[in-house]
């Protein structure tokens, strides 16, 4: 719905496991928030920013290193 407040609410708890605990289709999922953040509407926001930030931090372990 465009709201990046939003998505950071709905993210806290994905972001949160250990890399041993997270699933592929976890990490695809926030990928695909990431990429949904990159559009050129949130280019100036901050907020959207630091969340692809988390993002990009939390999927650096490759989803096939991670169980279905």
């Known amino acids: 719905m465009?709201?990046?407040?939003?998505?950071r609410d709905?993210?806290?708890a994905l972001l949160a496991p250990e890399p041993e605990r997270r699933i592929g289709g976890i990490v695809t999922s926030?990928?695909?928030v990431h990429q949904a953040l990159?559009?050129?509407r949130y280019a100036g926001s901050a907020?959207?920013?630091s969340l692809r930030e988390e993002i990009k931090s939390f999927t650096r372990v490759p989803a096939a290193a991670l169980p279905a």
């Open 30 to 32: 926030a990928g695909r």
């Open 2 to 7: 465009g709201q990046v407040e939003g998505a």
């Open 38 to 40: 990159r559009e050129r």
């Open 10 to 12: 709905a993210l806290t």
């Open 47 to 49: 907020e959207a920013r």
